[in-house]
């Protein structure tokens, strides 16, 4: 028999399919959430560390990486509604130190060899990662400015571990001291234009950005596991986080508990680093999915959500912007977050809205189903687990 949402049968499947990927030592553990029409299915499987111990619960801590990104955007979006950021006016005023910003000739160049920026970096250049800096798809090393990237120490190529020593200050000078890879606007590049967001967020705020996001986010959505570091209360709940090592395939652990990176406040909070919950997560899509009310508070504007889960990449900013491979053959990117744009897998429906974090976490919103899901495990190079998940939660819909 169905229940609500979902076909009973096809959920003990999911259940089988995610199962696996904890019995073939892809995981040792994970969460799943999906709720669809008010009616939620868990699923905890498995156990926070490897090689056994506690299993992993609904309350676990994890590190959500990238999806920090969607939660940046809208404390942006609510700086942007109360008139204290607009879109398309250049950042220069609360971050003189990107003004008159050098462009390389070529991303081989030296990085001397440049030419003025047709124009100022604005807040929606930071929020579509069109500010003209990011990851540089080669191997390390390749072009010059990918080794001054590695000397400043301002940014990895992936999850945020190690983090950066500098504060939020220091960071932004040392950035500044680099030119832009591609002119504004030009292309879509990951990662830095949320970096500098954090640093944009907190001086138009006129404070620092986890205050602004407790305040103003965490604190009306009920999200209390949700920050950049843990008390030692709550450091009990944090599973340790592991990778795949790449010759023998076994688990060796990234970052541990005791002394784990997120045991402390970092220097520099930035749009990669938040730990939270199932549920925090959930909280968080539940609000977007209402299109900016929860409970009696209301977050954004219905035009902001709609305007955040808009494609804002052109055709042409994709055909010259790379990333995955095939990445941008079915989906686009609004604001923190990709917008599934074309139908050509099981799970990939358009209109579906979200990001996956590195660590192995997915979180997205799917308006037209009136669901969200939320795939929570703490490993990195588990490459499949995002798409059974997605595939499997789509089967097992009742209607």
Partial sequence: MPTGGFSAARLDRMHDVMAGQVKRGDVPGLVTLVSRRGELHLDEIGTKAAGGGDPMRRDTIVRIDSLTKPIAATAAMILVEESRL???DPVDHWLPELANRQVLRAIDRQLDDTVPAHRPITLRDLLTFRLGFGIVMAPPDTYPIQRAVRELEIMGMGPPKPATRHDPDEWLRRFATLPLMHQPGERWLYNSGFQVLGVLIARA???PLETFLRHRLFEPLGMTDTGFSLSPEKLERLAPCYETDAESGALTLHDGVS?????QPPAFPNAAG?????DDLLAFGRMMLNQGPFGTERILS??????MTTDQITPAQKAVSDFFPGFWDNRGWGFGLSVITRRD???????RYGWNGGYGMSWYVDPAEDLIGILLS?????????????TATYQAIAD
């Fill in 259 to 263: 002394d784990s990176q997120w045991s």
């Fill in 274 to 278: 938040l730990v939270s919950t199932a």
């Fill in 378 to 390: 703490q490993c990195l190079g588990a490459p499949t687990i995002n798409t059974d998940f997605w």
């Fill in 205 to 207: 705020a006129g404070q």
């Fill in 302 to 307: 219905r035009p902001a959500v709609t305007l």
């Fill in 86 to 88: 607009r879109l398309d």
């Fill in 345 to 351: 897998d099981l799970a990939m429906i358009p209109g």
